[in-house]
């Protein structure tokens, strides 16, 4: 059972998510939220596997909210999943970047947001295809420079390597036919890397690559 805790600043929007996922019965809906600060407080007291996070609402912002979460200890298996209206939204780089795990247009079919619940429950990130590589590729170029956890020097080359391909959007399946490995051995190099570098998941992996200069933003042909 993925316990599921919705937050939008719309009643509307937050009755037809639960109508939706109430439907399933592997999905519980274990608490509402209209704004960060419910947010937060929601997430400390239900615990909840996944938070279906709008971006912008009155007070306390999507984003600040999922940093606050992703910032607490003891939410630390909690993941957030950003809700946004628009594809090319500019808050998406800012949110993966505070520590949500992907994002989805509000718009996008029911069939979606079911599969992506289930991608971000098992922790995975939802890069969408294409989208979100793209916006990661342009914002993270206009964005002034961070400071990594932790250097590239804490990766072997092989990491590396893996790490620029999942930031470049492949998976592990195809990660491993690029690299003519397993697809467990793939996995296993992923999983070492986000270690190392205190990532929570893929997403948080991509950031980092682009913010450590790992991985260069491919423009757009003019």
């Not at 793209?134 to 590239?152: D, K, M, Y």
């Not at 020097?153 to 195809?174: F, I, K, Y």
């Amino acid at each position: 059972m993925i316990r599921v805790l919705l937050v939008d600043d719309q009643a509307l929007m937050r009755a037809g998510f639960r109508a939706l996922l109430d439907a399933e019965d592997d999905l519980d809906v274990v608490g509402e939220a209209s704004d960060g600060t419910g947010a937060v407080e929601l997430a400390r007291r239900v615990s909840p596997d996944i938070v279906l996070m709008d971006v912008q609402m009155p007070g306390l912002d999507g984003i600040e909210a999922t940093r606050r979460i992703a910032a607490d200890a003891g939410l630390a298996a909690v993941r957030v999943l950003m809700l946004t209206n628009y594809g090319l939204d500019s808050y998406v780089f800012a949110a993966l970047r505070a520590g949500a795990s992907g994002f989805l247009l509000k718009d996008a079919d029911p069939a979606d947001l079911l599969q992506a619940i289930a991608v971000v429950a098992r922790g995975d990130a939802l890069l969408a295809p294409g989208v979100t590589r793209t916006l990661i590729s342009e914002f993270v170029s206009n964005q002034p420079p961070a400071h990594p956890t932790a250097g590239r020097d804490v990766l072997t080359a092989r990491e590396q390597e893996v790490v620029e391909l999942v930031a470049r959007g492949l998976s592990n399946d195809e990660i491993a036919a690029r690299m003519v490995i397993s697809p467990l051995t793939a996995k296993t190099h992923v999983n070492r890397a986000m270690t190392k570098l205190h990532c929570r998941d893929r997403a948080q992996l991509v950031v980092w690559a682009y913010e450590s200069g790992l991985v260069t933003p491919r423009r757009r042909p003019a």
